[in-house]
Nanobody, 127 residues
Framework: QLQLVESGGGLVQPGGSLRLSCAASGFTWDYYAIGWFRQAPGKGREGVSCISASGGNTKYADSVKDRFTITRDNAKNTVYLEMNSLKPEDTATYYC????????????????????WGQGTQVTVSS
């Protein structure tokens, strides 16, 4: 059974850093594009970043560009979201999502494109 598990969330001060992980089990990771999304209290889910199956293509929301970096280690079935210079507005529950693709370069930041979702990890940025 395909499962995604996020980890690495926590409480951090403004300007701090966190690294989120999205670990997979139950499927061959190499064929899946992965997206990170977040949802703040009272708001809709927002696309943060995504990466193609090959890792060659990435995309970021304008709000996190130059602060967040998405990478993947297919040997470990894990995708990472390195978050630097964190701001209070980054506070949210962060989710990873997966989509089986037939082109190694495909990816999307659209929530409805993805088939599988993790349970989320909470990130709180506060002094």
């Amino acid at each position: 059974q395909l499962q995604l598990v996020e980890s690495g969330g926590g409480l951090v001060q403004p300007g701090g850093s966190l690294r989120l992980s999205c670990a997979a089990s139950g499927f061959t990771w190499d064929y899946y594009a992965i997206g990170w999304f977040r949802q703040a209290p009272g708001k809709g889910r927002e696309g943060v970043s995504c990466i193609s199956a090959s890792g060659g293509n990435t995309k970021y929301a304008d709000s996190v560009k130059d602060r967040f970096t998405i990478t993947r280690d297919n040997a470990k079935n894990t995708v990472y979201l390195e978050m630097n210079s964190l701001k209070p507005e980054d506070t949210a529950t962060y989710y990873c999502a997966a989509k089986r693709t037939f082109s190694s370069g495909s990816f999307s930041q659209v929530e409805g494109w993805y088939d599988y979702w993790g349970q989320g990890t909470q990130v709180t940025v506060s002094s």
